[in-house]
Nanobody, 126 residues
Framework: EVQLVESGGGLVQTGGSLRLSCVIAEYRSDSYTIGWFRRGPAGERAAVACIAKGIEQPYVSETNKDRFTISIDTKKGAAYLQMNRLRPQDTGAYYC???????????????????WGEGIVVTVSS
């Protein structure tokens, strides 16, 4: 069983920044996708960003493309979501997820994810 260790959430003022970290524990693979998803009003998980080992181009949702950047450390098995110019609307629960397939990065679809973290809360004060 793969364990995803999430960190970096918390409270920040409007305009501030956070960096979310997702570390894959005890996992070895030549290719995979790590993604960050936000819980929606109905409990759905909407894509925020995805990045792959083996495919160069990451995915960032159109809503967040100008403010968020995702990066990967393939040696460590970790992905980082840099969140800049945060707004109160960004407040919510964020989940890290892992897909065995590197091509999952292209759509960053929650249905393609095989493992999920427990979630981490981001709060942006107005």
């Amino acid at each position: 069983e793969v364990q995803l260790v999430e960190s970096g959430g918390g409270l920040v003022q409007t305009g501030g920044s956070l960096r979310l970290s997702c570390v894959i524990a005890e996992y070895r693979s030549d290719s995979y996708t790590i993604g960050w998803f936000r819980r929606g009003p109905a409990g759905e998980r909407a894509a925020v960003a995805c990045i792959a080992k083996g495919i160069e181009q990451p995915y960032v949702s159109e809503t967040n493309k100008d403010r968020f950047t995702i990066s990967i450390d393939t040696k460590k098995g970790a992905a980082y979501l840099q969140m800049n110019r945060l707004r109160p609307q960004d407040t919510g629960a964020y989940y890290c997820a892992l897909s065995h397939w590197a091509k999952s990065v292209q759509r960053c679809d929650s249905y393609a994810m095989n493992y999920w973290g427990e979630g981490i809360v981001v709060t942006v004060s107005s």
